[in-house]
């Protein structure tokens, strides 16, 4: 008797040898890598009869025929559900997407469920969105798959709003009414007639600059509003850099980068003296005439403190400061009350009548204001008309 004969395995290693294996099922939109497949089917497993329910999941294809071969039918009419042996890794514009739940809704898909659950009709639904209702379906099992329960109860092939799609409801009609007002208040702060400007500038132009600049431009242009802030330049120019303020007037420029500078007018400074003062019958005077004075001056932060410490290291005067102020008003009250001199621009409607204002010869002794804005940041149409209007009317300073 022969002995049995046992042959080895045999490796598979062409093409013809390859149709004797098993094969792998295949789907549409197959690469030559399996994890590129927008399906890959699993390996069949036995699993307790608790756990073998099928998962309520859709493909976001709004190809038809790519959809139609993805789409497994549930029980209920019009609702896709996929086994939870398969897996869709399709996005709504058929592009391959990693998996997982967390689909965010659109604001389309939002409309679509008023209108359905409006009509409780898919076919009358879809003529009124002028969708086909294979789309509208797929729409409503996504917006059914994110909320995470059945909105509508079908009955006799027909829906019926329950009481989880009645809460639904209520916030997607509330939801598109805040997207359509909050739409409308951006296009209404765009109108380049009818918006509103974020305007900052000096606490030094207040009194005589910008209400005159606002009140010519708003001759021309009434409709335009304003929401205006005031303050030292530093505050100024950080609102504009975190986009509190569309621009700002300030002085001096800016330092640093990021920002945008278009100069406007120049502003002589003075000395202010109080009357009666050794210096205040002069025409001018340098800064080193009143060396020895007490000064009334800004805090280290504000522009025109800036422009001052200059003067003083050109004149080589260390300062006896009394008092910081935060405003230029209260540095010429001050300065009438006799605690010492200040250096201010050269008011433009005379001043304290209680101090005197000398001009200043120096070289240096001048402040240039000037516009700004962000540089990376678009300005608004009303925001660019203003400022082209302060740019041609940089005569009337």
Not at 203 to 217: D, K
Not at 317 to 333: K, L, N, R, S
């Amino acid at each position: 008797m022969q002995p049995l004969k046992i042959a080895s395995p045999k490796r598979i290693s062409s093409a013809s040898d390859a149709r004797v294996a098993p094969k792998q099922t295949r789907w549409p939109h197959a690469t030559s890598s399996g994890l590129d497949w927008p399906f890959t089917r699993k390996p069949r497993e036995k699993k307790p009869a608790a756990s073998s329910r099928r998962r309520s999941h859709v493909c976001d294809s709004d190809d038809d025929e790519v959809a139609e071969r993805h789409v497994i039918e549930g029980a209920s009419r019009g609702r896709h559900v996929f086994s939870s042996r398969w897996r869709c890794r399709c996005d709504s514009h058929g592009q391959f997407i990693s998996g997982g739940y967390g689909r965010a809704v659109h604001l389309e898909e939002l409309h679509w469920f008023i209108v359905l659950a409006e009509t409780e009709h898919v076919t009358d639904a879809a003529a009124e969105l002028g969708v086909s209702q294979p789309t509208l379906s797929r729409a409503l099992a996504r917006f059914e798959d994110q909320a995470g329960t059945p909105l509508f109860d079908r009955v006799n092939r027909r829906l019926r709003l329950n009481a989880y799609g009645q809460i639904m409801l209520e916030h997607a009609r509330r939801g598109l009414a805040e997207m359509h007002s909050a739409t409308e208040r951006i296009a209404a702060l765009r109108d380049p007639d009818t918006g509103r400007v974020r305007l900052a500038f000096l606490h030094s132009l207040a009194n005589w600059y910008v209400p005159e600049q606002l009140r010519r431009f708003r001759n021309s242009v009434p409709a335009i509003g304003f929401d205006l802030f005031q303050g030292p330049a530093h505050e100024i120019t950080e609102r504009v850099r975190c986009g509190q303020a569309d621009i700002a007037i300030t002085a001096p420029r800016p330092e640093g980068s990021g920002l945008v500078w278009r100069r406007l007018y120049v502003e002589q400074l003075c000395l202010a003296v109080p009357r009666g003062h050794r210096l205040a019958s002069r025409a001018r005077v340098r800064l080193s005439a009143a060396a020895e004075e007490p000064f009334v001056a800004l805090g280290d932060q504000f522009g025109l403190r800036q422009l001052t410490n200059e003067l003083w290291a050109e004149e080589n005067i260390d300062p006896d400061i009394v008092f910081e102020a935060a405003e230029i008003p209260t540095m010429e009250g001050l300065v009438a009350a006799g605690f010492g001199v200040a250096v201010v621009p050269v008011p433009r409607d005379g001043g304290d009548t209680k101090t005197v204002h000398v001009p200043l010869s120096n070289a240096g002794a001048k402040r240039e204001v000037g516009l700004v804005w962000a540089e990376d940041r678009a300005v608004s149409p009303p925001a660019e008309r203003f400022a082209r209007f302060l740019r041609t009317h940089v005569d009337d300073a």
